[in-house]
């Protein structure tokens, strides 16, 4: 079926640093999603791209369909970031299913 | 803007009984999803629902019935509880139009322990 890589796994930043994360798709996808999931569980739509990049203070995202990846660009880390960010791919042209990667685990310390 | 409301948010059940999720939303979204999540892993989708008494299996189902009785509502059934089982489950919705923006809203889930 779909699958959705996500790397890392985990990664640690420190205030001020930034890092990007990666999402690669096994198949093709109309669009991408990145969410961020903080402590208390809830999840958060950071960015939905169909093509390009979009961009949102510190946060810029970049969706390659062709070349079947996604990335997450982390700039000027702050404590506040920390938390499992996952990316989702689709829905499919006509379809409505959505998949997701197994996320990355931030943490940004002082 | 709207709201997604899960209940219960804790659910404690006993091994092999039947236990229901609730979930609505005020968006008016076409489509609603329900995605379950384990301890540190990502989310796994159950069932989807792109309209009223619609329902699409997901990757997970078995194990699991839905009902979209109506546009707002969307519940789970876990059908048999399994015992230790431990997860979260979450309930998103999106506007669903198939051919456009799909962003996905969620509410803050379910907790369900089984003793």
């Known amino acids: 079926g779909d699958q959705v890589e996500q790397s890392p796994s985990a990664l640690s930043l420190h205030e001020g640093t930034s890092s990007a994360l990666r999402c690669n798709f096994t198949?093709?996808?109309?669009?991408v999603q990145w969410f961020r999931q903080n402590s208390r569980g809830s999840l958060i739509n950071l960015f939905y791209?169909?093509?390009g990049t979009k961009e949102n203070g510190r946060l810029k995202s970049a969706f390659d369909s062709k070349e079947l990846y996604s990335t997450l660009h982390i700039r000027d880390a702050q404590l506040e970031d920390s938390g499992t960010y996952f990316c989702?791919?689709?829905?499919?042209?006509?379809?409505?299913?959505?998949?997701f990667g197994s996320g990355t685990r931030l943490l940004v310390s002082p | 803007g709207g709201i997604i409301t899960q209940t219960p948010k804790f659910l404690i059940g006993q091994e092999g009984q039947k236990l229901t999720l609730k979930c609505q939303q005020n968006?008016?979204?076409?489509?609603m999803y329900w995605y379950r999540q384990d301890s540190g892993k990502g989310l796994r989708l159950i069932y989807y629902?792109?309209?009223?008494?619609?329902?699409q299996k997901g990757d997970l189902s078995e194990g699991y019935d839905a009902s979209r009785e109506k546009k707002s509502s969307f519940s789970l059934t876990v059908t048999s509880a399994q015992k230790n089982e431990m997860a979260v489950f979450l309930c998103?919705?999106?506007?669903?139009?198939?051919?456009?923006?799909?962003?996905?809203?969620f509410g803050a889930g379910t907790r369900l322990s089984v003793l």
């Open positions: 998103a919705s999106s506007i669903g139009t198939g051919g456009g923006q799909n962003t996905l809203y």
């Open positions: 198949t093709t996808t109309r669009s």
């Open positions: 791209l169909a093509s």
């Open positions: 989702a791919a689709g829905p499919r042209t006509g379809g409505y299913k959505v998949v």
């Open positions: 968006f008016n979204h076409d489509t």
């Open positions: 629902s792109i309209t009223e008494n619609d329902l």
